[in-house]
């Protein structure tokens, strides 16, 4: 059987062949300003031209490009498995989501104006 990379009509019908189940796309951050840092993670699983689900890693200071590391799995399963993993991994280190991120490095700031007095 040819695996395709796209929808190929059946009798009517659509089927998908080849393709990875489901999307996986992660973007966290990890911020303290005490120490100057502002990391990103990102981890995404897609699928090669062969079939092959591939991990992508991407990571780096916010803002830069960071650098980038592909891992290449013959089975999707054996890519979630490592997603996962990494996911974990940086929770533990203090990632989290980008809007989480934003007020994890210290109190948020109000932005009423203060009040002047007299004195």
């Known amino acids: 059987m040819i695996q395709t990379n796209h929808w190929t009509p059946v009798c009517g019908c659509?089927?998908?062949l080849g393709m990875i189940a489901q999307q996986y796309r992660l973007y966290i951050e990890r911020r303290d300003p005490r120490r100057n840092m502002a990391r990103f993670y990102a981890l995404s699983i897609e699928e090669t031209l062969f079939g092959q689900a591939r991990l992508v890693r991407r990571w780096g200071r916010i803002g830069t490009i960071g650098r980038?590391?592909?891992?290449?799995?013959d089975a999707e399963g054996d890519a979630v498995s490592l997603f996962l993993e990494l996911l974990r991994a940086k929770r533990m280190r203090?990632?989290?989501?980008?809007?989480?991120?934003?007020?994890?490095?210290?109190?948020?700031?109000s932005t009423e104006p203060k009040a002047i007095t007299a004195g």
């Open 14 to 16: 659509a089927i998908l």
């Open 68 to 73: 980038m590391v592909q891992h290449s799995f």
């Open 94 to 109: 203090g990632y989290c989501p980008r809007s989480a991120a934003q007020h994890a490095g210290g109190p948020v700031r």
